[in-house]
């Protein structure tokens, strides 16, 4: 389990949101058959099942996976082209996942003014790094640590 998910309750749990094609079709409004074509090239998979049903079924990252895919169609992209960028928006998606887990300390008040602790800025331990915003800005702020 993530620092992050210590601190923030899992409120949902995305392993457990699985949908038929049926469902995934109306939700993403790609067609059944389109989903199961995509599925052949290998551009989407399909969870594999233990029991004997035989329905397809597809996981909460399969989702995003189409989504990104048909909004990339819908912009004008060529299926492979689309396939492609989705794996690298896939990736960059991960290490965004990944960086904020672990910079993420929570939301303190500091100055009066909510701002998110990113953790240590330096190897000493003497400076915190805040985000915050104002004033329709992302801004910075390094407080020293004995100002806790």
């Known amino acids: 389990m993530s620092d992050l998910e210590h601190r923030i309750p899992n409120l949902i749990n995305f392993e457990k949101l699985v949908f038929r094609i049926g ?4 939700m993403t ?3 059944s058959r ?6 052949q090239r ?3 998979q399909a969870m594999a099942r233990s029991d004997q049903n035989k329905a397809r079924v597809y996981d909460f990252h399969t ?7 048909k909004r990339l169609l819908d912009q004008g992209y060529r299926l492979p082209a689309a396939v492609e960028k989705m794996r690298n928006i896939d990736e960059e998606m991960g290490f965004t996942r990944q960086f904020f887990s672990k910079a993420f300390k929570g939301v303190e008040i500091v100055d009066q003014q909510p ?4 953790g240590y800025f330096d190897e ?3 400076q915190i790094l805040y985000g915050f915003y104002k ?5 910075y702020q390094l407080q020293p640590v004995d100002a806790q």
């Not at 004033?135 to 801004?139: A, F, K, L, N, S």
Request: glycine residues 6%; aromatic residues 12%.
């Open 135 to 139: 004033d329709g800005e992302i801004r």
């Open 124 to 126: 000493s331990k003497k």
């Open 34 to 39: 389109q989903l199961r074509y995509w599925e």
């Open 115 to 118: 701002m998110i602790n990113m």
């Open 29 to 31: 409004e790609v067609s």
């Open 23 to 26: 469902e995934l079709s109306r």
């Open 42 to 44: 290998g551009y989407i």
């Open 63 to 69: 989702f995003l996976e189409v989504r990104i895919i």
